[in-house]
């Protein structure tokens, strides 16, 4: 059978496409007219929120009901502020202090800036339980590794986003932090039994629809205590969240370019994942970024076909598109909340937790700068390129160079000055901890200031600074300290 335009556009209705460039192309206008379900803006969509405003416009003016998203965590994974970093801490700070009524106000000032510049629905927040200290995509997305902070912080967070003017959309469901694998690169499973994942991963997502989540994000990895698919090709994993959690909101995929469900075969992976997610009762399908017309129409071809051949259910589509028509809110009649806000700067500082002496500046600095996930690879972040514009000595170091002879060369070159080496997870990346060790062999009380989730095993040296993220409004605070310097001390 040969689909017809009735059929392209209802399953365009359900799709969540993306672009290229920081103006809505022709070809992306004409398809938000013809019934593109929603666009989902990435950071290199974003110059910054007046050029965001005017592109939210653009979209708006071709249909007035399209969804516009946006995958803004704040913290470490910003697309608003990419290019600076984010003036909200990561979730992991939020968990640390563990004051909800903060994280609600933070959540709230950055849901009226996404609110104020035509933005309907943000991919947050997570609701993963960084459980497996060695995960390579969650960490300090996370607002802790236990389900009582979790919980407690994803509840106030949808709250916050909420209140500020935004739907939300929690994820990765059924929770991504019992993981080792990064599903952007392959396949990821958690083997925990469903009792297990009732207890534990489960819990964070019932607190969101609690407290009224418009949608939830559907992984790509693999949960075999209920079924071998990835969940967000599962209709077993579907019908568990809409029947046994009592879910009735719009049910989203994470991008469907990701090789844990693309395979690593391009854009047909990619169709062929949309048509099965359908079938197994998602709602809109995230399709990835940096998509083109000739993509889209790709996705939008499969995807009509097998609803023209009835592998695919049009009844259900319908209520697909009548769930996604909720996203869209209404702007608020208050005025913008500021998005620097004062909950914001107050959790970034009380996150820093320093064990030890640092002495006061110029240091040399010695930033590790490891390869990042596809979340927030493009995100600014780190102190060196700050504290070397002070005329400190700032050296970046990665995991290809020769670590023996960059250390020692640095540590020559660092003669009598302080020494601070700054990591990012260094827990996962176990060459940064190969750094730690070579500089603390001839500076003992050198500073090592970690960015990421912290180490199980702290290491040795003469002070250790943790942060709970590397978002932009913490790094001020570990760059100011070393500046001046901070005496013993185990507090934030």
């Keep these: 059978m040969i689909p017809t335009d009735a059929d392209r556009c209802l399953v365009a209705g359900c799709l969540l496409g993306s672009f290229v460039g920081t103006d809505a192309p022709a070809w992306l206008l004409a398809a938000v007219r013809d019934g593109l379900g929603g666009v989902l803006l990435f950071a290199q969509n974003v110059v910054d929120d007046a050029q965001v405003a005017r592109l939210c416009g653009q979209l708006r003016g071709a249909h007035p009901d399209v969804i516009i998203a946006i995958d803004e965590e704040g913290g470490d994974v910003t697309r608003l502020d990419a290019a600076e970093g984010s003036g909200t801490p990561c979730p992991a700070a939020f968990g640390f202090v563990d004051d909800p009524a903060l994280t609600t106000d933070a959540t709230a000032s950055l849901g009226s800036r996404l609110s104020a510049l035509g933005i309907d629905l943000t991919l947050a927040p997570c609701a993963d339980i960084n459980s497996n200290p060695l995960n390579p995509i969650i960490g300090v997305r996370a607002y802790g590794s236990t389900v009582g902070v979790v919980n407690r912080h994803v509840a106030a967070a949808v709250t916050g986003f909420r209140s500020g003017g935004v739907s939300v959309c929690a994820k990765h469901f059924p929770g991504h932090g019992d993981t080792s694998e990064d599903t952007h690169l392959g396949t990821a499973r958690i083997d925990a039994t469903m009792d297990l994942l009732e207890r534990r991963e489960l819990l964070p997502f019932a607190a969101a629809i609690d407290v009224g989540a418009e949608a939830v994000l559907t992984a790509h990895l693999v949960a075999p205590a209920l079924d071998s698919a990835p969940v967000s090709l599962s209709a077993a994993w579907s019908h568990h969240l809409r029947s046994t959690m009592g879910f009735e909101g719009v049910i989203i995929t994470d991008a469907l370019d990701m090789d844990g469900v693309a395979e690593g075969r391009g854009i047909r992976g990619v169709a062929d994942a949309a048509v099965r997610a359908l079938a197994a009762h998602a709602d809109m399908l995230c399709l990835g970024s940096n998509f083109d017309a000739v993509m889209t129409d790709v996705v939008i071809d499969e995807v009509a076909l097998a609803l023209a051949e009835g592998r695919l259910d049009r009844d259900r589509l319908l209520a697909s598109r009548k769930r996604i028509a909720g996203l869209r809110r209404e702007r608020p009649l208050r005025p913008r909340l500021e998005h620097a806000s004062d909950a914001a700067r107050r959790v970034a500082e009380a996150a820093v937790v320093v064990d030890g002496h640092i002495p006061a500046g110029p240091f040399a600095v010695l930033e590790c700068r490891p390869r990042l ?120």
């Design 373 to 492: 996930s596809m979340a927030s690879f493009n995100v600014a972040w780190g102190v060196a390129a700050d504290l070397g514009a002070f005329g400190w000595q700032t050296t970046a170091i990665a995991e290809s160079d020769d670590l023996a002879a960059a250390c020692s060369s640095f540590v020559c070159r660092a003669g009598d000055a302080p020494i601070a080496v700054v990591v990012r997870d260094a827990g996962v990346h176990t060459w940064q901890r190969d750094v730690i060790a070579r500089c603390a062999a001839s500076c003992p009380a050198l500073v090592v200031v970690e960015l990421g989730w912290p180490s199980p095993q702290p290491p040795e040296c003469g002070a250790y600074v943790i942060t709970h993220g590397a978002a932009r409004v913490s790094a001020q605070v570990v760059i100011d300290m070393l500046r001046v310097g901070r005496p013993e001390s185990k507090e934030g």
